[in-house]
């Protein structure tokens, strides 16, 4: 019986022990979880703050080209108007140049 009751008492140690180590191995198996849900969760983040990044420096990007184009026709605009100006003023000059010249044929023709 006592035999018996130390086979009873071994079982129930290694048992015992068998759970001990069940426990601790689940312990182990759900920080390990927790931690690779948690570098899990860091990489996702640090994707997410890299795609930000490239979205805000994208649209960054295209604001620079808008401006620069926006300069580039604001000059070519410029530039047209000072030659409008030009070719009006030339014109005017063009115009009392031949005004000029009738007036003096009209003396040329009155003195004949």
């Known amino acids: ?17 068998l759970e001990t180590k069940l ?9 390990a979880l927790e931690k690779v849900q948690m570098q899990a969760f860091m990489r996702w983040e640090k994707a997410q703050s890299k795609f930000n990044d490239y979205i ?5 990007k295209e604001e620079q080209d808008f401006q ?9 605009y410029q530039k047209k108007m000072a030659k ?11 115009k009392e140049i031949r005004e ?3 007036e003096e ?7 004949l």
């Open 1 to 17: 019986i006592q035999e018996k009751i130390r086979d009873e008492q071994e079982v129930n140690y290694n048992l015992q022990k």
């Open 23 to 31: 426990q601790a191995g689940e312990i182990r198996s759900k920080t």
């Open 56 to 60: 805000v420096n994208r649209e960054k």
């Open 68 to 76: 620069a184009k926006l300069m580039k026709l604001q000059v070519e």
């Open 84 to 94: 409008i100006k030009k070719d009006s003023s030339s014109l005017k000059e063009r």
């Open 100 to 102: 000029k010249k009738q």
């Open 105 to 111: 044929a009209k003396k040329r023709l009155e003195d």
